[in-house]
């Protein structure tokens, strides 16, 4: 029945005496009637102060995770601040490099990256790329015996390491499609592998154990598990990855950047590992960053269930409540500091009954079609795994700082769902 917890919005929030809420000096009900609903609104400042976090934390070893989300103004903003580029697919290579990002700024991840993507990483000169897998080795090195400049690459370890996050999102234990395993010698086997063949130069080794890992316990314990394999090896980069987690609804509190990189330093150097610390943040980057804005269509009460409250979105510009049972707060911008009594289910409008918004939301009392609903917390893994299920149309982002709103990313039209048809 509380108001939304302040901690939960962007860093230029400001509620008016009113209860409306401003976002780099925007109002998002206004927003939503300027550039319609759904509507992602990132906040600028936002982002450029976690990118700063991040470089201060971890130098030119940091690299925000593109998956978390991309599009040339995003790629644009983290390279002026300071940070590279993990992108984990040939697509988000391409919208980094037209962009204006430096290849040599650019990490490859992927656990099954095909001979075009390795080619192209290789034409561009991409800075790094993070070897999965013996057949990616086979591919790297057809290619440079075609001709292609040899690479410097990372060999992925999994370091068997179970981090308390959702199952579907852990990747350190030994039960994984990514990387090499440390306790069966494949990791072993592969660095030795790497270190022999001319086709590479091997400069470091990475792991990572997962997304949304709110125990920095878990990171140094991935600290503690490598040090034995990384220190003899003598190699000049360990990458530990991202993963850290965002506090997503009352109750929660997350690391900050700056914590996760002293609680790093402070367990590699006691580990005696003394090459360079690299990471890779895309949540703790991004997800806070924004908010998604909808406009509620449809208030139905079912006596002695439950009322559902539908959206103009849902699914398709959110998926993670569906596949994670990720859990949201509900707010409306036009009273930000009410209390809410009101229980709700938000749901989207997609024929699905699992379309959930945020499953056990709290509004106010008042809360009417017509409204402009708010869900905080959206700026990852929201519009980067967006859907045309049921041909809807993908939402706009808008970038906004001091005063000023720009669209980085257009809403598509109906016309733009006919663009790939034959």
């Known amino acids: 029945m509380t108001p939304l917890p302040r901690h939960l919005l962007p860093d230029t929030a400001e509620i008016s005496g009113g209860g409306r809420l401003s976002i780099g000096g925007r109002d998002l009900v206004e927003l939503a009637g300027e550039f319609g609903t759904p509507l992602f609104v990132y906040d600028e400042d936002h982002l450029r102060a976690r990118c700063r976090e991040a470089v ?15 599009c040339r103004a995003m790629a644009r903003l983290v390279h002026e601040e300071g940070m590279g580029i993990d992108v984990a697919s040939g697509g988000e290579l391409h919208v980094a490099l037209a962009a204006g990002v430096p290849a040599a ?3 490859l991840h992927g656990n099954n990256k095909s001979e075009a993507e390795l080619a192209r990483a290789l034409d561009v000169g991409v800075g790094r790329i993070v070897i999965d897998s013996d057949d990616e080795l086979d591919r790297i090195e057809a290619l440079v ?26 990747t350190g234990q030994a039960d994984s499609k990514f990387g090499f395993g440390l306790a069966s010698g494949a990791a072993a086997a592969a660095v ?17 154990i997962g997304s949304n890992v709110f125990l920095l316990s878990s990171f140094t314990q991935a600290v503690d598990v490598l040090a ?19 506090a997503y609804v009352e ?42 804005l909808y406009t509620v269509g449809t208030i139905k009460a079912l006596d002695g269930i439950r009322t559902y409250l539908a959206v103009d979105g849902g699914m398709s510009d959110n998926p993670r409540p569906v596949l994670y049972g990720s859990g949201y707060e509900a707010f ?29 939301a709290r509004l106010p009392a008042d809360v009417a079609v017509g409204d402009v609903l708010a869900t905080p917390v959206t700026g990852a893994y929201g519009h980067s795994m967006a859907s045309n ?25 109906l016309d733009d769902l006919l663009r790939l048809d034959s």
Not at 192 to 208: C, D, Q, Y
Not at 229 to 245: A, D, I, Q
Not at 264 to 270: F, G, I, N, T
Not at 346 to 354: A, M, R, T, Y
């Open 145 to 170: 015996a075609a001709g292609a400049t040899p690479p410097q690459v990372l060999v992925r370890v999994t370091p068997g390491v179970e981090a308390h996050t959702h199952v579907y999102v852990m």
């Open 332 to 360: 409306l911008p036009r009273a930000t500091d009410a209390e809410r009594p009101r229980a709700v289910r938000v749901v989207g409008k997609h024929c699905e009954s699992g379309d959930v918004v945020v499953a056990d």
């Open 192 to 208: 030795a592998r790497a270190t022999a063949s001319p086709a590479v130069e091997l400069v470091g080794v990475h792991a990572h």
């Open 228 to 246: 034995d394999f990384v220190v003899p090896l003598g190699l000049p980069e360990l990458s530990l990855g991202g993963g850290l987690g965002v």
């Open 389 to 413: 299920y049921n041909k809807v149309t993908r939402p706009a982002v808008v970038f906004v700082s001091g005063g000023d709103a720009r669209v980085v990313v257009r809403r598509e039209s």
């Open 105 to 107: 700024r650019l990490v």
């Open 251 to 292: 109750g929660e509190q997350a690391p900050s950047i700056t914590d996760w990189g002293a609680v790093l330093s402070k367990a590699c150097a006691e580990a005696g590992i003394t090459a360079r610390i690299s990471a890779e943040p895309g949540r703790a980057i991004s997800a806070g960053a924004a908010l998604t």
């Open 56 to 70: 201060a934390a971890f130098g030119d070893g940091a690299s925000y995770a593109a998956k978390a989300f991309l």
